[in-house]
């Protein structure tokens, strides 16, 4: 039977209100003709991976893993949609109910589909977000995966217009999973393509290549099969 493919990846492009500034335009020129080429230079925009070093001086960086046995395998799908409203706070409970049926530990990807209520593009889809709460993220650790992915602004403090710091309460995600040397893919798209009730599934995420010292986070494209 063959495999459906799912690309969970955010586009990147010009214009985004929240991002459009980091991409700019720089100018080449070779025998005396111009070209003129985007770039963009933002690495925590759009759906990205973060490693331990994003929060912890001394932590772990992305060259520090091997990212083609930990981002190319198996993945456990975490289905809370029928959850999520505006504001929604996601508990424990829901996350563990989520979590029944389950088959891998190895990467668990968190799918709450908030990008079907607002769109990623608008302010809504950042002032508004579900979040997730300690309890939660403490469980997801206690699974001791080696990625964790999510599909929604998935931190408190993350939120636009939230305007509180980012605390142990606020940011759980930042402060107890790249803490304990666990990856963690932020902003995905596209989970509720996946059909409802496929919880097991293959997975193939990886960051680009950058040949940069200390490098905390990288652009991902993440694609699903099932």
Known sequence: MSKTYVDLSEPIHNGHFRYGGFIQQWEFT??????????????HGFTHIDAPRHMVPDGKVLEDFDLLSFLIGKASVLDVSHYIKPDQAITEEMVKEAYEGCEYTDFLLIKTS????????????????????????????????????FDFPQDYAVRLGA???????????????????????????????????????DIYALPLKISVPDLDCAQIRVVAAY
Do not use: C
Request: no cysteine; proline share 11%; net charge negative.
């Open 30 to 43: 070779k025998d005396g003709k111009t070209k003129m080429v985007p770039y963009m230079n933002l690495s």
């Open 114 to 149: 908030w990008g079907t209520q607002r769109s990623s593009s608008s302010p809504e889809f950042w002032t508004e977000s579900p979040y997730i709460t300690p309890e939660a993220v403490a469980f997801l650790v206690s699974l001791n995966p080696k990625v964790v992915g």
């Open 163 to 201: 305007g509180v710091p980012m605390t142990p309460e606020t940011a759980p995600t930042h402060y107890q999973i790249l803490p304990n040397d666990i990856l963690m893919i932020e902003y995905m798209t596209n989970l509720w393509s996946i059909p409802e009730g496929i919880k097991n599934i």
